[in-house]
């Protein structure tokens, strides 16, 4: 039988380590200070609710407030990694019809 450790360990509990810390050493009635991580594959527990994690993005760290709703859920899931696209105007070439329209 193989035994299966129910715990956290490692990376994870370094960032719920930090985030006890921030937590305690902040001023009462205000937000904790931000911690940074790159585990995006880290689950949010109920311990995290109330702190402010700036999860990287592949570029940058988002600062994100976490809440109840958030139980259950993945840091990868919160912070996005792409920016939505914003669709202008077609470009020359972009359909059939340009074909006719003159180019100056």
């Known amino acids: 039988k193989q035994w299966y450790q129910r715990r956290?360990?490692?990376k994870p509990m370094a960032l719920i380590k930090k985030l006890r810390k921030a937590k305690k050493y902040c001023v009462e009635g205000e937000k904790p200070e931000a911690v940074r991580t790159h585990l995006r594959d880290m689950i949010v527990t109920p311990e995290m609710?109330?702190?402010i994690i700036g999860?990287?993005?592949?570029?940058?760290?988002?600062?994100?407030?976490?809440?109840?709703?958030?139980?259950?859920?993945?840091?990868?899931?919160i912070s996005i990694t792409y920016k939505p696209v914003k669709h202008g105007r077609p470009g020359i070439g972009a359909t059939h019809s340009s074909r006719f329209i003159p180019l100056k």
């Open 49 to 51: 609710v109330g702190s």
């Open 8 to 10: 956290v360990r490692g």
């Open 55 to 77: 999860i990287y993005n592949g570029k940058t760290f988002n600062q994100v407030e976490i809440k109840a709703e958030k139980i259950g859920h993945y840091l990868g899931e």
